[in-house]
């Protein structure tokens, strides 16, 4: 016997929670863009590799997905649900690191914010655009 589907929640529940969670997303998205670039010209060490290089690097996957953010598409939102982890890693192996520990827990936290909020918008913007379908 088939489970009965569990009812989507109403429009009014879903709409702020909508704008909360992309605007966390936008606002710690963009705050971790700021930290690669801040801490890469200005704190860190590169041991002699080129600036540029190493900025093109770390953020040229986050400009990929900048776009689809800005303009709120829900797969953009997933597909950064999985970008995001490259920096999650980058930020736990930093925080171990006694001279960039800082910068990997500032890292870390942003990263995991970005998930969760993206996690989050992608799973009600879905529920909000049945409830619109006319689903029950």
Not at 110 to 124: G, M, Q
């Amino acid at each position: 016997m088939a489970r009965k589907p569990k009812p989507l929640p109403s429009l009014d529940w879903l709409r702020p929670r909508l704008r909360v969670t992309r605007a966390l997303v936008l606002i710690a998205f963009f705050g971790l863009a700021a930290l690669l670039l801040g801490w890469n010209l200005f704190y860190a060490d590169l041991h002699g590799a080129r600036t540029w290089v190493v900025l093109c690097v770390q953020l040229l996957p986050l400009l990929l997905v900048a776009p689809g953010l800005l303009m709120a598409h829900v797969r953009t939102y997933a597909w950064a649900c999985f970008l995001i982890n490259l920096y999650f890693i980058q930020g736990v192996l930093a925080a171990f690191d006694p001279t960039r520990r800082v910068f990997g827990w500032l890292e870390l936290s942003f990263s995991v914010v970005v998930f969760c909020a993206a996690l989050l918008y992608t799973r009600w913007r879905f529920q909000y655009e049945r409830k619109r379908a006319g689903e029950a």
